[in-house]
């Protein structure tokens, strides 16, 4: 069965760093683009960006490049979000997700993780 | 970047109704590449279509989805209790965006 499996819930404060994750499992980790996705508070999805963990090529949306970065480690299946410095505007809930592609070109995501939710609070 | 617009923001409807979704681009969408994703409340979103028209694995007839440059709909013939949710539209013809989804709710 293929599947994503993101960290666990964080609670954070402004200023602080933060990574989290997500694994994937019964698929071929390498030859599949994966996107992150940000949904605020009863608020609508929003891509965030993109790796392809065969080569670890990088994508961003304008809206969220320089904000946070996205990384993947192919020997453990697992990409990666993380921050340098959360704002309270970051919280959030954040999926990953499989996207169907090639190397040169990403489509759609067919495979979603459950999310991990960001809370950032002083 | 693209813009999406989907409309209505709310549909209010019965179970058994018909439901038409629309998802409307600020410019050609290259290839059809238009997919549309459904989310309940406390899931995560689930692909319904891709190709602007490709029903994906395991999604039910009644979901059916058409258009192509800049218009596109989705229809659910028959409403079933499950349907009740939220759709987004997505286009990755250019980059990647996100329309701001409509709600069906129950009426």
């Known amino acids: 069965e293929v599947q994503l499996v993101q960290s666990g819930a964080e609670v954070k404060k402004p200023g602080e760093s933060l990574k989290i994750s997500c694994k994937g499992s019964?698929?071929?980790?390498?030859?599949?683009?994966i996107g992150w996705v940000r949904q605020m508070p009863g608020k609508g999805l929003e891509w965030m960006g993109i790796?392809?963990?065969?080569?670890?090529?990088?994508r961003y949306s304008p809206s969220f490049q320089g904000q946070v970065t996205i990384s993947a480690d192919k020997s453990i299946s697992t990409a990666y979000l993380q921050w340098s410095s959360l704002k309270a505007s970051d919280t959030a809930m954040y999926y990953c997700?499989?996207?169907?592609?090639?190397?040169?070109?990403?489509?759609?995501?067919?495979?979603w993780g459950k999310g991990t939710t960001v809370t950032v609070s002083s | 970047e693209i813009v999406l617009t989907q409309s209505p923001g709310t549909l209010s409807l019965s179970p058994g109704e018909r439901a038409t979704l629309s998802c409307r681009a600020s410019?050609?969408?290259?290839?059809?590449?238009l997919a549309w994703y459904q989310q309940k409340p406390g899931q995560a979103p689930r692909l319904l279509i891709y190709?602007?028209?490709s029903r994906a694995t395991g999604i039910p007839d009644r979901f059916s989805a058409s258009g192509s440059g800049t218009d596109f709909t989705l229809t659910i013939s028959r409403l079933e209790p499950e349907d009740f949710a939220v759709y987004y539209c997505?286009?990755?013809?250019?980059?990647?965006?996100f329309g701001g989804g409509t709600k069906v709710e129950i009426k």
């Open positions: 997700a499989r996207v169907v592609g090639t190397a040169m070109i990403y489509y759609y995501m067919d495979v």
């Open positions: 019964g698929y071929s980790f390498t030859t599949y683009w």
């Open positions: 790796i392809y963990p065969g080569d670890s090529d990088t």
């Open positions: 410019q050609s969408v290259r290839s059809s590449y």
């Open positions: 190709g602007a028209s």
């Open positions: 997505q286009q990755y013809g250019s980059s990647l965006t």
